[in-house]
Nanobody, 114 residues
Framework: QVQLVESGGGVVQPGGSLRLSCAVS????????MDWYRQRPGWQRELVAS???????NTADFVKGRFTISRDNAKNTVYLQMNSLKPEDTAVYYC????????WGPGTQVTVSS
């Protein structure tokens, strides 16, 4: 049974930082590409960043230079380091993997507000 559990969300002031974690079980983590998505209020879910099984990364233009995706295969965990946060980064952030079908975590809320 594939499970993804996000953590690390919270309330932060503009310009602040957060690191999200996603603990993965039920798959051979090191063989899988992983993604972070987010869904802002009133918006469709959008891809934020991806990391391949070999560590190659891709980051959406709207967070490029501020967010970094990484992974620790020994801990079956993928991370999203978020710096210079803006109010428009307020969203629920989801971990995602495709393994015959799509799997999502329950999400973690990030609120950027003064």
């Amino acid at each position: 049974q594939v499970q993804l559990v996000e953590s690390g969300g919270g309330v932060v002031q503009p310009g602040g930082s957060l690191r999200l974690s996603c603990a993965v079980s039920g798959i051979i983590f090191s063989l899988n590409n992983m993604d972070w998505y987010r869904q802002r209020p009133g918006w469709q879910r959008e891809l934020v960043a991806s990391i391949t099984n070999s560590g190659g990364t891709n980051t959406a233009d709207f967070v490029k230079g501020r967010f970094t995706i990484s992974r620790d295969n020994a801990k079956n965990t993928v991370y999203l380091q978020m710096n210079s946060l803006k109010p428009e980064d307020t969203a629920v952030y989801y971990c995602h993997v495709v393994r015959r079908r799509e799997y999502w975590g329950p999400g973690t809320q990030v609120t950027v507000s003064s």
